[in-house]
């Protein structure tokens, strides 16, 4: 049983830290939007710069197990992760206003109006297309931390066993 729970230990912390990513970047939004007064545009850069520094520390730490305090090896995990973000924040926000123009939306808001389930009240422009790109941002953002900035090769390891 303890291999199955090691098994999905990645996946399962990915998402926890994920949704606590999440609550970060909306609660240091309000801080700096409601409370610290900021425009739009800097509290929402502001946040966006928590969430990705918090998502950084947990995957680093707890996701990905990446034990190496080499100022080499942290510098080059920030770039990549800050840049790897970066890319899939421009995905976001180009994407979603572009299938929302193609009238992707449209495809689910007929599907749920069909099954009964009214949404009017609740509907928002873009947001199906936005839950949809969200997933699979997330889905990408896990691909490049595995991947390419939190990989594990041989030489890390033992780099990893000489530094204890």
């Known amino acids: 049983m303890k291999k199955a729970q090691y098994k999905y230990k990645e996946i399962i912390t990915y998402i926890i830290f994920g949704v606590l990513t999440t609550l970060v970047s909306w609660g240091s939004y309000a801080v700096f939007v409601n ?5 739009v545009f800097f509290g929402n850069l502001l946040s966006w710069i928590c969430a990705v520094a918090f998502a950084y520390i947990t995957n680093k730490l707890w996701v990905f197990d990446s034990k190496s305090w080499k100022p080499s090896v942290i510098g080059k995990e920030i770039a990549t992760f800050v840049a790897s973000r970066g ?11 572009l ?18 389930i009214l949404l009017g009240i609740l ?24 991947f390419i ?11 990893e066993k000489a530094d204890k």
């Open 35 to 39: 409370l610290l007064s900021m425009p």
């Open 87 to 97: 890319v899939t924040g421009v995905i976001e926000i180009v994407a979603v206003p």
């Open 99 to 116: 299938l929302a123009k193609t009238g992707f939306d449209n495809i689910f808001y007929n599907i749920l109006q069909k099954m009964d």
């Open 123 to 146: 509907y928002t422009d873009g947001i199906y297309s936005k839950i949809v790109l969200a997933v699979i941002v997330v889905i990408l953002n896990y691909f490049f931390s595995k």
């Open 149 to 159: 900035i939190f990989k594990k090769n041989n030489k890390d390891a033992g780099e």
